[in-house]
């Protein structure tokens, strides 16, 4: 009965991990857990973690919408009145 507590404490380990690499797999493959995995990803390679913020940034932005008052934008405009590349 003196071992059950550090078998108990050993065998949880490796059954940690396997479940942690299944959940991994599964987020990568489904797109999901994105918040769950960031900071195993932000210690694993930053410089993907880094790029990934920035797409999740762009990806909500909005686009830039003109006020009521402004005047509609030509060809060659955007909103804002500047003239864009031909």
Not at 48 to 62: D, P, S
Request: aromatic share 10%; net charge negative; with cysteine.
């Amino acid at each position: 009965m003196e071992f059950l507590a550090p078998a108990a404490a050993f065998l949880s380990l490796p059954l940690f991990l396997a479940g942690f690499a299944w959940y991994a797999v599964r987020a990568r493959r489904c797109g999901s857990g994105q918040s769950l995995m960031a900071p195993f990803e932000e210690i694993w390679d930053p410089i993907a973690h880094k790029t990934n913020i920035e797409i999740r940034i762009e990806a909500e932005r909005q686009p830039e919408t003109p006020s009521p008052g402004d005047p509609p934008a030509g060809r060659g405009e955007d909103a804002l009145g500047r003239q864009g590349k031909a």
